[in-house]
C-alpha cells in the first residue's frame, strides 16, 4: 500500500515536470496531419495518468503530433479488462493496433515509442 502510494506521488511529480519543460509538437500542414491521423487509425494507448512511462510515452505523442485514443485503465474497467483479455497481461503503457482483423499489443515504452515514430515519419 505505502509502495503504491508513493509510486502515485512520484508519478504526479513526473506529470507536473512534464508539463513545464513540454515543448510544442511538431506542425505539418493540414494535408500531412490528416495523413498522419489516417496511419494512425485504429490505434490506441492503454496507460493511466501517474505511471511515468505513460507519461514519457504521452510525451512523445505530444513531440509528433500524434493524436491518439489514450484509455485510462484506472478511469475505466472495461479498458482494464480489455487489455488483459487481449493483450494477457495488466501493463501500462500498451498501444493496441487494429489493422482489419489482425490486432498488435506493444508493452514497451522505448518499443512504442520507436512504432509511432515510424508510422508518423512514413506518413508524413
Known sequence: MLLRILRTCLGY???????????????RSAEDQAK???ALSGVS????????????????LHKLNAKIELR?????????????EGGGRV??????IEQGDDVRW???SGDIIDY???TVNAAA
Open 116 to 118: 509511432l515514430s515510424k
Open 13 to 27: 511529480i513526473v506529470i507536473f515536470f512534464d508539463w513545464i519543460t513540454r515543448g510544442k509538437g511538431v506542425v
Open 72 to 84: 485510462d485503465i484506472r478511469k475505466t474497467p472495461a479498458f482494464r479488462e480489455q487489455l488483459e
Open 45 to 60: 494507448l492503454y496507460q493511466h495518468q501517474g505511471c511515468p512511462f505513460c507519461t514519457k510515452t504521452r510525451r512523445a
Open 36 to 38: 498522419v491521423q489516417s
Open 106 to 108: 506493444i508493452y514497451e
Open 91 to 96: 501493463k501500462v503503457p500498451c498501444l493496441r
